[in-house]
């Protein structure tokens, strides 16, 4: 089992910056995939970012360039930095889990509660 506690959202001006957290505790960080996904009101659920055990990462095409996924095993924390934020980018982010060993897959098992970034002036 994993538990999953996002921090790091707010309001922010189009064009600054944010830098998400997702603290996980139980056990095996280091063996899990880890992903952000975020939603919008009205919309569905997208994958953001992803980042491997290896440490390899996927982005959605359309954020390409502005945001970077990492983690840090020793803290047990994945990261979303995101600039040059636009309104468009405004949504719930949530981070994910996989079970350890697997890749993260198209339904992530373990999921936090998210953390709202507004992207507004």
């Known amino acids: 089992q994993v538990q999953l506690v996002e921090s790091g959202g707010g309001l922010v001006q189009p064009g600054g910056s944010l830098k998400l957290s997702c603290a996980a505790s139980g056990s095996a960080f280091s063996n899990r995939a880890m992903g952000w996904y975020r939603q919008a009101p009205g919309k569905q659920r997208d994958l953001v970012a992803s980042i491997s055990r290896g440490g390899t990462t996927n982005y959605a095409d359309s954020l390409k360039g502005r945001f970077t996924i990492s983690r840090d095993n020793a803290k047990n924390t994945v990261y979303l930095q995101m600039n040059s934020l636009k309104p468009e980018d405004s949504a719930v982010y949530s981070c994910?889990?996989?079970?350890?060993?697997?890749?993260?897959?198209?339904?992530?098992?373990?999921w936090g509660r998210g953390t709202q970034v507004t992207v507004s002036s």
């Open positions: 994910a889990a996989s079970p350890p060993y697997y890749e993260l897959g198209s339904k992530p098992p373990y």
